[in-house]
Every structure is written in C-alpha cells, then in structure tokens.
C-alpha cells in the first residue's frame, strides 16, 4: 500500500506564500497521477491542481497564476507552491495520487491534510 505523507501548510497573511510537499512511500508500478485538494469548512472537497508523470498540469481557475504544481519522479514527490495567497484559501490540503500497485487494481491514494490559513 503506497503512503502519502504531506508536509508544510500553516498560517500566512493575505498576498503571502506558503509551499507543500507531499512523499509517496511503498511499491506501485505506476504513480500518476499526483495532485493536490482541498476542504474548507462547509464545503466540499474540490480539486486545486494535478500533475503527470510527463508534467501535464491542471489547475482549478480560483488559482491559476497562483499556485504551482511540481513532481519529482525520482522522489515520488509533489509540491505546492502558493503565492499571492487569500483568505478563501484558506482549507485543509489533501495530496492525491493514482496508484497502479504490481499484483492488484489501481486505487487512489489520500494524504492525511494539512490545514493552510490565511488571514486577511
């Protein structure tokens, strides 16, 4: 089973910066691709970006020109990085990422969240 473990998030003022960065641990024959969503109270969870192996990016429209999506395929890792941050950013950040495992079906893989606040 591969793992996804999240880092960074935490609490910025409105127009600053805030990166994340997210490791896939375990083996899988295919991990494509990986992305990032996001939950704000009241809400559901909604995609922000993916990323694929070939670094095919998609962004959700609140945060093009904002927020860039990264991977290391080497390192089985993804990153975040979110400029001009404000305050409807605020949520909590879940890592994505399509597993195809070796001997069983693909699945999707969910970070444990990392909360991200920004106050106006």
């Known amino acids: 089973q591969v793992q996804l473990v999240e880092s960074g998030g935490g609490l910025v003022q409105a127009g600053g910066s805030l990166s994340l960065s997210c490791v896939a641990s375990?083996?899988?024959?295919?991990?494509?691709?990986m992305g990032w969503y996001r939950q704000a109270p009241g809400k559901q969870r909604e995609l922000v970006a993916t990323?694929?192996?070939?670094?095919?990016?998609n962004y959700t429209d609140s945060v093009k020109g904002r927020f860039t999506i990264s991977r290391d395929n080497a390192k089985a890792t993804v990153y975040l990085q979110m400029n001009s941050l404000k305050p409807e950013d605020t949520a909590v950040y879940y890592c994505?990422?399509?597993?195809?495992?070796?001997?069983?079906?693909?699945?999707?893989?969910w970070g444990q969240g990392t909360q991200v606040t920004v106050s106006s």
């Open positions: 994505y990422a399509r597993i195809v495992p070796l001997y069983r079906n693909e699945y999707d893989s």
């Open positions: 375990g083996i899988a024959l295919r991990i494509d691709p």
């Open positions: 990323i694929t192996r070939g670094d095919t990016t």
